[in-house]
C-alpha cells in the first residue's frame, strides 16, 4: 500500500476545503438573488442522494457479497415512492410548503394540533435511530483510512484512528454549523448546504461508476464476462428470503420519506414543487446507477481477493489489488463524501428538531409569560441550534467508541429504518384519514417505539450486553411470550421482520384504535382538514380570532426571532397590504396566521404557536371559530345566491326609485312655479282691487258710471280670488276625505248637458261633437261632482286647444268594468314629458297665463273621480289632449 | 348545498391528462407487483435451507428437465434491473405532462 497515510489526510482536507469553497460560494450566489443553477431540479435530485450514505456506498458491496441481490431492495423501496410521487410525496411537499414545516417532527406535531409532545417523541425516536446511524459513517470512514494505513501499525494505528474519527467529527461539526445555522432563515432552506451535498452525489456516483467499470471492463472483460464470472461466484444462487424481501423493500420506502434527513432534503428544502417530477426519474436513475455495479464488485472482489478479507472494503480493496492506487483514492473520496454529506444533512435536521421541539418549548415554559417580551430568542435558537449539532455529532463519536466499531455496527441501518418507520403511521394517516387524532398518534408511536426498542435495539447490541440473555431466551419474568424477538410466540422469524411486523402492526393498530376511541381540539381538527385536504384549499384557515393585542408587543417578538431588518419587512409588507403607512399592521386573524406561519418556519408550528398564544392570550380556536370555518364554503355558496337575489331586487328598486326622484323633481319644479304662480294671480286683483277702492274712497265726486265700472271690476277680481280660494279649499277637502258625496240615479247625457252648457257659456268658440246614443247609461252617483270634472275637462280643451278652430268630441262607451267617457280635442296634446305630472296639484303646462286658472282643475278632477270609484287618465296617441274618465259600471247596474 | 356540478363529459384534453394522473397513481403498484415477482419463482421452496443443489451452476440457459426452473443471480438481477429500466422510462414519459397539467388544470373536486 502506496498511498501514505500523509497523502489521504491532505486529499481529505483539500476535497473538505472545495466543500467548503462551494457552500461559502453558493451562500454567496443566494445572497444576491442569483439562485439559478441552485435551485435546479437536478441539484435537487442530486441533494436527495444523501440517502446513499457510507452504509450503501461500502456496505451495499458487502451485503451482496453475503446475501447476493437482497441489497437491492434498500434501493427498491426509494424508487417506488418516488416514482409514485403523484400520489404522496406531492402532497408531503405541499403541506411542508404551506404550512411551513421544519422537520418530521415539526410535521407530525403541526398535523396534530401543533402539538408539543408529538413534536419531543418524534424528536427522541429520530435522535435515538440516529446517532448509532452517525456513529456508522464513522466508522465507515475510519475504517477506509485504516485500509490505507494498513493494520501493519497495529494499536498505535488504531490510536490514530480514534483521532481520525475525532477530527472527522470536529470538522464536520464546524461546516454544518457554519453552513446549517448560518441565518434563521423563514424558509429553513441551506442553498450552501445542498450545493455541497449535490457536489457529494456527484463525486460518489462517479467513484462508484469508475471502480464498477474498471471491474466490469478492466478485470471481468465486458458484460459477458461479468455475467459468467456472477455465475461461477459463491453467491451465484440467489437465496431469496420472500419476508425479508418484502419487509426490506417496504421499510425502505417507509425510510425514504421518514428519515430526518430524507425529510430535510426531499421536504424542507424543495424550492419548487416541479422539482419532484424531474426526481421522479431521475432519482432512481441514480440509484439504479448506485447499484448497477453493486454485484460485479462483490463477485470480483470474492474471486480476487483472500478469504477472510472484509466485504464491507470491497470498493477500496479491489482497485488497490490491482493497483490502480488513483482509483482506490476516487473510491475513498466517494465514501469520504457519502458519509459526510449524510452526517451533515442528519445533523441539520436533528439540530432543527431538538431545537425546535426541545429546547424551545422548555425555555419558553421556563421563563413563561416573560419570554416573548424580553430576551434575544433568535439568539437561544442559534444557540440551541449550534448546540444541538454539537451534541448529536458528539454522541454520535460517543456511540462509535463505545461500540468499538464492531459487526453490531454494521446492522444498525437496518435498525434505524425500522425505528424511524414508526413515524409512517401517524404520518399517512395524518395525511389522508380526518380522523386521526393526537390521542392515536401518540399512542401509536409511544407503542411502536416501545416494542422497537425492547426487540430490535436492545438485543442488537448482543446477548447480555443491554437485555440480560434470559429475556430473550425466556422472557422477563419467564413469561414466554414475552421474548424478544419472539413475541406471542412467534418464533423462528429473521429479526429485522420480526421486529418491524410486531412494531408496525401495533403502532398501526394503536394508532387507528386511539383515534377512534379519542375526540380531537378545534386545533387538531382544523388542521387535520388543512392537511388532508391541501389541495382543496391553500389558502389556510383561520386560527386566531384578532384580540387585543398590541402589533407593537407582536412586532417586538418577531424582531427577536427573525432579526429587526426582516421582521420589519414582514410587518411593513402587512401593513401596506391593509393599506396602512408604517410598521404596524392591524392585528387581524389574517395577519395573525400568516406571522405564526412566517414564525413557524424559523422556530416550528408549536413552538410558534405557543409564543403568539403567549402574548395574545391563550386559547386561540373556539369551537364556535371551528364550526364557522368548516361553514365557511356553504355560508359563501348560500350568500352568493343571496346576493343574486338581492340584485336583481335592487335593480327593480333602483329603478323604480329613479322613477319616483324624476316625478318628485319635477314636482319640486312645478311647485316653485306656482307659488311664484299663485302670489302672482293673488297679487294681480289685489293690486287692482286696492288701487280702484282707493280712487272711489279719495275722489267723492266721481261719476257715476265710473263708479260703477270701477265697483264692478273690485267684484270681478274679488270673485276671481274666492274662485281660487275655493279651489284650493275644495281640494284639500277632497284631499282629506272629508267630503260627502250626494249620490243619486241620473243619466250620463243629462250630466253632460250640464257640463256643456255651463262650460261653454263664456265665449262659444269650442265645437263640441257628442253623440246621444251612447250617453243613454243610467249611473248612481253625484252628478253635482261629475259634472265638475266634465266642465273642467271642456273648459280645459277650451283654453289650451292650440287648433284654429278646436273641436271637442266626447265619445261615450261601455265597457265590462264600466262606463269610459272620453274627451278628444284636435289640438297640440301634451307631450309625453309631461303627462306624468298633469294629475298633480298646481301643474301648469307652459306660458298659460292667458288661461287664468291656478293649475289644480285636473288635480280636482282626479280627487273626484277617485271618490266616485272611477278613475280619470291621459289618453296617449289620439291627435290631441284626451282624457278618459272611467266610472263603474256596478253602480249603474244595480240601479237599472 | 348542492352537489359539486361535474360534467358528464370533459374535453379531450382534459380526459387524457386524467387518466395520466390515474396512470400516475398506478405506476407505483405496478413496480411493486413486478418486484415482487422473483418471490414466486421461489414459492415452492423452503427459503430458509437455501437450495443450492437445484441451481444449475454452468449457466440457466442449459436447464435440466425436472429441476425447477429458477434463475440465479446473474439473470435475476438483469430481470430486476430490467423492471427497475421500465419504471424509470414510464416516469421520465409522464413527468413533464404531469408537472405541466398541475399549473392551471385544478383536480377533480377541486374549485372551479
Known sequence: MTLSFNLLVAACLVYVALLFAVAFLAERRAEAGRLGVLRSPLVYTLSLSIYCTAWTFYGAVGYAARSGLEFVTIYLGPTLVIVGWWAFLRKLVRIGRTQRITSIADLISSRYGKSSLLGMLVTLLAVVGTTPYIALQLQSVTLSFSVFTGAAQGAEGAGSLGATALWV????????????????????????????????????????????????????????????MIEASPIADWQMEQGRWVTLTALAGAAFVCLPRMFQVTVVENSDEKHLATASWAFPLYLFLMSLFVVPIAVVGLAVLPEGANPDLFV???????????????????????????VIVAAIALSTMVSNHIVMPIWLSARRGEATLSGDVRDVVLLSRRLSIAAVLGLGYLYFRMSGGGEALAAIGLIAFVGLAQVLPALIGGLYWRGATRMGAAAGLTLGFAVWVYSLLLPSFGPGAALPVSVLTEGPFGIGWLRAQALFGIAGLDPVVHAALW???????????????????????????????????????????????????????????????????????????????????????????????????????????????????????????????????????????????????????????????????????????????????????????????????????????????????????????????????????????????????????????????????????????????????????????????????????????????????????RGAEGVSVDFTDNGAGIPPASQSVIFEKFSRLGDTRAAGGAGLGLAICREITARLGGRIAYLPGQGGAAFRVSLPLRLARAAE | MAPPREPVFLERQTYRRRRLMDAARVLPVLGAVLFMVPMLWFAGLDARSGPAETA???????????????????????????????????????????????????????PR
Request: glycine share 10%; net charge negative; charged share 20%.
Open chain 1, 169 to 228: 467529527a470536529a470538522g464536520l461539526t464546524l461546516f454544518t454549523i457554519v453552513f446549517g445555522t448560518r441565518n434563521l432563515d423563514v424558509n429553513e432552506r441551506h442553498h450552501g448546504v445542498v450545493t455541497a451535498i449535490a457536489l457529494e452525489a456527484v463525486v460518489k456516483l462517479v467513484a462508484l461508476l469508475a471502480v464498477g467499470i474498471f471491474v466490469v471492463w478492466g478485470v471481468a472483460g465486458g458484460p459477458v464476462g461479468i455475467h459468467a
Open chain 1, 316 to 342: 477500496l480493496t479491489v482497485p488497490l489489488a490491482f493497483r490502480q492506487e488513483g482509483l482506490a483514492m476516487l473510491a475513498f473520496l466517494g465514501g469520504f463524501s457519502s458519509a459526510t454529506s449524510m
Open chain 1, 503 to 813: 412494531s408496525l402492526g401495533l403502532n398501526a393498530l394503536a394508532f387507528v384504535g386511539a383515534s377512534l376511541l379519542s375526540f380531537p381540539g378545534p386545533l387538531e381538527r382544523l388542521q387535520g382538514a388543512e392537511f388532508v385536504n391541501v389541495f382543496r384549499h391553500s389558502a389556510g384557515a383561520r386560527g386566531w380570532s384578532p384580540t387585543a393585542v398590541e402589533a407593537e408587543d407582536l412586532l417586538m417578538m418577531t424582531q427577536r426571532i427573525l432579526g429587526a431588518a426582516e421582521a420589519q419587512a414582514l410587518f411593513q409588507a402587512a401593513a401596506r397590504g391593509q393599506g396602512k403607512e408604517g410598521y404596524l399592521p392591524d392585528v387581524t386573524s389574517d395577519f395573525l396566521e400568516r406571522l405564526e406561519r412566517e414564525l413557524a418556519g424559523s422556530v416550528g408550528a408549536a413552538t410558534a404557536h405557543a409564543m403568539l398564544g403567549q402574548i395574545t392570550g391563550g386559547g386561540a380556536v373556539s369551537v364556535e371559530e371551528l364550526m364557522r370555518v368548516a361553514d365557511e364554503t356553504a355560508q359563501m355558496m348560500e350568500y352568493s345566491n343571496q346576493l343574486e337575489a338581492k340584485s336583481e331586487e335592487l335593480g327593480r328598486t333602483a329603478r323604480q326609485l329613479r322613477e319616483a326622484n324624476d316625478k318628485l323633481t319635477q314636482l319640486s319644479i312645478q311647485k316653485d312655479a306656482f307659488l311664484s304662480q299663485i302670489s302672482h294671480e293673488l297679487r294681480t286683483p289685489m293690486t287692482s282691487i286696492r288701487a280702484f277702492s282707493e280712487i272711489l274712497r279719495d275722489d267723492p265726486g266721481m261719476a257715476a258710471a265710473d263708479r260703477a265700472r270701477y265697483s264692478g271690476i273690485i267684484h270681478d277680481e274679488t270673485r276671481r280670488l274666492t274662485r281660487l280660494l275655493d279651489d284650493l279649499l275644495d281640494l284639500s277637502v277632497l284631499e282629506n276625505g272629508q267630503v260627502t258625496l250626494h249620490e243619486s240615479l241620473v243619466s250620463l247625457s243629462e250630466v253632460l248637458d250640464r257640463a256643456v252648457a255651463a262650460a261653454q257659456s263664456r265665449e262659444g268658440r269650442l265645437r263640441i261633437e257628442r253623440r246621444a246614443e251612447g250617453e243613454r247609461v243610467m249611473l248612481l252617483t253625484d252628478p253635482d261632482r261629475l259634472a265638475q270634472v266634465f266642465i273642467n275637462l271642456i273648459s280645459n280643451s277650451e283654453k289650451y286647444c292650440t287648433a284654429d278652430q278646436p273641436v271637442l268630441r266626447i265619445s261615450v262607451s
Open chain 2, 56 to 110: 444449475p451452476m454452468d449457466g440457466g440457459a442449459a436447464v435440466t428437465a425436472g429441476a425447477p426452473e429458477r434463475p440465479g443471480t446473474a439473470n435475476g438481477g438483469l430481470y430486476v434491473f430490467g423492471v427497475w429500466t421500465l419504471l424509470i422510462l414510464a416516469a421520465a414519459a409522464m413527468a413533464r405532462p404531469l408537472s405541466r397539467s398541475e399549473g392551471p388544470v385544478e383536480r377533480p373536486g377541486g
